[in-house]
């Protein structure tokens, strides 16, 4: 299954969180944020909801 980013348009009322990854993986996040123009955030979010998804939770 080709990863697909959430469209950034569409935003709702979100909190603030601080997450500490690697350097390596946040490397990996900002090179993929790169290939479909969009935010690290937006990318780390994408991954996160499609878990969900996938998931049924």
């Known amino acids: 299954m080709a990863f697909t980013p959430?469209?950034?348009k569409k935003k709702i009322k979100a909190g603030y969180k601080t997450l500490y990854i690697k350097d390596n993986l946040?490397?990996?996040i900002n090179k993929l944020a790169e290939k479909h123009n969009t935010s690290f955030n937006n990318i780390v979010i994408s991954i996160i909801e499609d878990f969900f998804k996938?998931?049924?939770e």
Do not use: I, S, V
Request: net charge negative; charged share 55%; glycine share 0%.
């Open 26 to 28: 946040a490397e990996k």
């Open 54 to 56: 996938e998931n049924n």
């Open 6 to 8: 959430r469209e950034t």
